[in-house]
Nanobody
Framework: QVQLVDSGGGLVQAGGSLRLSCAAS????????MGWFRQAPGKEREFVAG????????AYADSVKGRFTISRDDRKNTRYLQLNNLKPEDTAVYFC???????????????????WGQGTQVTVSS
């Protein structure tokens, strides 16, 4: 079992930046692939970014490529999502998620993940 706590959301103007954090407890995060998802009001939860267990493979949604970056700090047992050049359409609740499994695979579907954070709100004003 691993418990995830995500944080770092807030209100920012278009073009601004935020860094989201996902802290893990209970197990070492390095044993899990992780992903970031978001859900806007009235919309389905969507994949934003992910990282394999190995940390060598990453994946991004087309809508965030070149603007968002996923990273890890194993000493702090934490994963991050750096959000740059934010747009109003990035407004959503962001969730981190984790799953064990294949070392180099990056899961992209929400039902592939076993553990979820509680979510952190990101609001981008125009």
């Amino acid at each position: 079992q691993v418990q995830l706590v995500d944080s770092g959301g807030g209100l920012v103007q278009a073009g601004g930046s935020l860094r989201l954090s996902c802290a893990a407890s209970g197990r070492t995060f390095s044993g899990y692939a992780m992903g970031w998802f978001r859900q806007a009001p009235g919309k389905e939860r969507e994949f934003v970014a992910g990282m394999s267990r190995s940390g060598t493979n990453t994946a991004y949604a087309d809508s965030v490529k070149g603007r968002f970056t996923i990273s890890r700090d194993d000493r702090k047992n934490t994963r991050y999502l750096q959000l740059n050049n934010l747009k109003p359409e990035d407004t959503a609740v962001y969730f981190c998620a984790a799953v064990g499994g294949s070392y180099y695979y990056v899961p992209r579907e929400s039902d592939e993940y076993d553990y979820w954070g509680q979510g952190t709100q990101v609001t981008v004003s125009s």
